[in-house]
């Protein structure tokens, strides 16, 4: 069967070569025109459509625990929408952000938008109306129990709002489908973190990659254990 399909393969890259239709693999991404926000690693940018972040969609993080270094990767990002002048909301976060730590990474502190729901269905709620408001760059939210319904009207809240939805779960739901056209899988890597891209519009899943972080200004900012008052990981 292998035979079979790199007889395929090698069929159509000749009809290609001869200037037929170009011939699209897998492994490789589909470049669309994607609203995107550079994440601040090359090495990741180079795999997401686009050129970074998709904006006005959903963007889901899956973690085996939280502090593995998923709001490192996030910070050059957020840094820059919030120089823009849009709102960076944080739902239900596990831990109060550290505001030296997000000061040191260029977070705007003055667009840092804490919301804490008493109840789960004021929790969904807050989600959708911060994306769909068009005033929040990002929407930070940390998620249980969702189901298809209640992220399909989240990716359409994103998209209404023209928001970087962003879903904090746990990575025991990689089974589950998702309509968030970005699906990350982290794991802890020394100096850094490993980025498995379960799913991305254009292109199959593919990682993982290992980015490294710069300590060198902001070791101060995250010398706080995980287990006090911040959430910055």
């Known amino acids: 069967m292998n035979k079979g399909i790199n007889n395929i393969l090698d069929a159509a890259e000749r009809f290609a070569a001869a200037g037929g239709a170009a011939l699209w693999r897998g492994n490789q991404i589909q470049h669309t025109t994607v609203n995107s926000l550079s994440s601040g690693f090359d090495a990741l940018d180079a795999l997401l459509p686009g050129g970074g972040w998709p904006v006005g969609t959903l963007t889901e993080i899956l973690l085996p625990q939280e502090g593995i ?36 990474c260029g977070v705007d502190l003055s667009k840092v938008l804490l ?29 249980h129990d969702a189901d298809p319904q209640r992220l399909r009207r989240l ?65 101060s900012a995250f010398s706080r254990s995980a287990h006090d008052t911040s959430p910055l990981s």
């Open 115 to 143: 919301v804490h729901p008493k109840a789960q269905s004021d929790h969904w709620w807050a989600i959708e109306q911060a994306l769909r408001s068009g005033t929040c760059g990002a929407v930070l939210a940390w998620v």
């Open 155 to 219: 990716q359409l809240a994103a998209e209404a709002g023209n928001a970087w939805g962003i879903l904090f779960r746990r990575d025991q739901n990689e089974r589950q489908a998702t309509p968030a056209s970005l699906r990350l899988r982290l794991e802890h890597a020394p100096d850094g973190v490993a980025v498995n891209i379960l799913k991305r519009r254009g292109g199959w899943p593919t990682g993982p990659v290992q980015l490294h972080f710069n300590y060198t200004t902001t070791n």
């Open 69 to 104: 270094g998923e709001l490192r990767l996030l910070m050059p990002a957020l840094a820059r929408l919030a120089q823009q002048k849009r709102w960076l909301a944080w739902i239900a976060p596990p831990y109060i952000p550290y505001a030296p730590a997000l000061k040191a």
